[in-house]
């Protein structure tokens, strides 16, 4: 079945530095990819996507390219700030599936001042 | 924009009562997904629906079943409640059904389960 595997948290940063979380992926399909935040005590908001294989996603500062060779979507920023203290989970949607989205573990980020 | 909307937003029930969790899809959505989020897990999808029939089924609890309306929102009907209920629930929507389709999340339902 799908599955998505995230890099283990928690992650701390200091303010500038250069942020990023691992996240490969397994599906039977072609999936499209997804990376969330959730903010305490909040819900899940897509942070960016990418529905095919190359394409790179972005939002806010942040990146992740679909790497199908490598099933990867490793998230990347290059200067993060106190305020992008969140969980972050990695996602895929797979087309065989009607659609449900199978999320990783979540990586806690706290970037201290 | 119209968000997807939940509720309750809170909950709080005894063990072994039922609960009912209402989710709205943004309008023109005919998709509907339910997540459960336990506390510092992931969330594990429960069940869809589009067109009101249920598209796909996940690790739903027997104990638990799901609709959704002619004018597409969704309930969650859950009873015999226990104790490893507690979590967050999570209803998104979208516009059909497929990996293409990007889903929108409502706030959530914290249920509490005492």
């Known amino acids: 079945g799908d599955s998505v595997t995230q890099m283990e948290g928690p992650v701390t940063l200091s303010e500038e530095a250069f942020l990023t979380i691992n996240c490969t992926y397994t599906?039977?399909?072609?999936?499209?990819l997804f990376w969330y935040v959730q903010y305490p005590g909040e819900g899940l908001q897509l942070l960016l996507k990418?529905?095919?294989?190359?394409d790179k996603g972005s939002n806010k500062g942040f990146e992740a390219t679909y790497r199908k060779e490598t099933t990867s979507f490793h998230l990347e920023k290059g200067s993060v700030q106190v305020s992008d203290s969140a969980v972050y989970f990695c996602?895929?949607?797979?087309?065989?599936?009607?659609?449900?989205?199978?999320f990783g573990d979540g990586t806690t980020l706290t970037v201290k001042p | 924009a119209a968000g997807v909307i939940q509720s309750p937003r809170h909950l709080i029930k005894e063990k072994r009562e039922t609960a009912t969790l209402k989710c709205y899809p943004i309008?023109?959505?005919?998709?509907v997904y339910w997540y459960q989020q336990g506390p510092g897990q992931d969330p594990q999808f429960l069940i869809s629906?589009?067109?009101?029939?249920?598209?796909d089924k996940g690790s739903i609890p027997d104990r638990f079943s799901a609709q959704q309306f002619s004018d597409y929102h969704s309930e969650l009907n859950m009873s015999s409640l226990e104790l490893g209920d507690s979590a967050l629930y999570f209803c998104?929507?979208?516009?059909?059904?497929?990996?293409?389709?990007?889903?929108?999340f409502g706030p959530g339902t914290r249920l509490t389960v005492l």
């Open positions: 629906f589009y067109e009101k029939m249920q598209s």
């Open positions: 990418a529905t095919k294989a190359d």
């Open positions: 996602a895929l949607s797979d087309n065989t599936n009607a659609g449900k989205s199978t």
């Open positions: 998104a929507s979208s516009l059909g059904a497929g990996s293409y389709n990007e889903q929108f």
């Open positions: 599906a039977t399909g072609y999936p499209s």
């Open positions: 309008p023109r959505h005919d998709t």
